[in-house]
C-alpha cells in the first residue's frame, strides 16, 4: 500500500489542524493506522492510531483531548483532527499502515512495527 499524507501548515497556539493520509490499494480495511511525528533533532514518537475498523483507537498522553483520529474505509483515507495546537507539536507528521493485528497484539504505538510510510507532512505551531 501506498500513502500519501497531507494538511500541514502554519497555525498559531491554540488553533487547529486536519491532517489527511489517502492509501492506494482495495484492501485499506485491512490496515491498522497510525500517525507518528518527529520534532527537529528528536526522534519520531508515535501520536495516534486506529485500528482497520475504526471501533478502537489509542493516543499519545501528549495528545489525549485534543487530537482525535478517524478513518473512512470507504474513501481509503484517516485523519488527524488537531485541536488547541501547541509550539511543542511542531513536527513532521507520518501516517503508517500495518497490516499485522497491531491492536489485538497491543502493539500498534510500535513504530517499528508498521511495514508502510507516508512521506509526512509538516506542521507548525507558532506562539
Known amino acids: 500500500v501506498q500513502l500519501q499524507a497531507s494538511g500541514g501548515g502554519l497555525v498559531q497556539a491554540g488553533g487547529s489542524l486536519r491532517l489527511s493520509c489517502v492509501a492506494s490499494?482495495?484492501?485499506?480495511?485491512?490496515?491498522?493506522m497510525g500517525w507518528f511525528r518527529q520534532a527537529p533533532g528528536k526522534e519520531r514518537e508515535f501520536v495516534a492510531a486506529?485500528?482497520?475498523?475504526?471501533?478502537?483507537?489509542n493516543y499519545a498522553d501528549s495528545v489525549k483531548g485534543r487530537f482525535t483520529i478517524s478513518r473512512d474505509n470507504a474513501k481509503n483515507m484517516v485523519y488527524l483532527q488537531m485541536n488547541s495546537l501547541k509550539p511543542e507539536d511542531t513536527a513532521v507528521y507520518f501516517c503508517?499502515?500495518?497490516?499485522?493485528?497491531?491492536?489485538?497484539?497491543?502493539?500498534?504505538?510500535?513504530?517499528?512495527?508498521?511495514?508502510?510510510w507516508g512521506q509526512g507532512t509538516l506542521v507548525t505551531v507558532s506562539s
Open positions: 490499494g482495495r484492501t485499506f480495511s485491512s490496515y491498522d
Open positions: 503508517a499502515a500495518d497490516a499485522n493485528e497491531l491492536f489485538l497484539a497491543g502493539l500498534n504505538t510500535k513504530e517499528y512495527l508498521y511495514e508502510y
Open positions: 486506529i485500528s482497520r475498523s475504526g471501533g478502537t483507537t
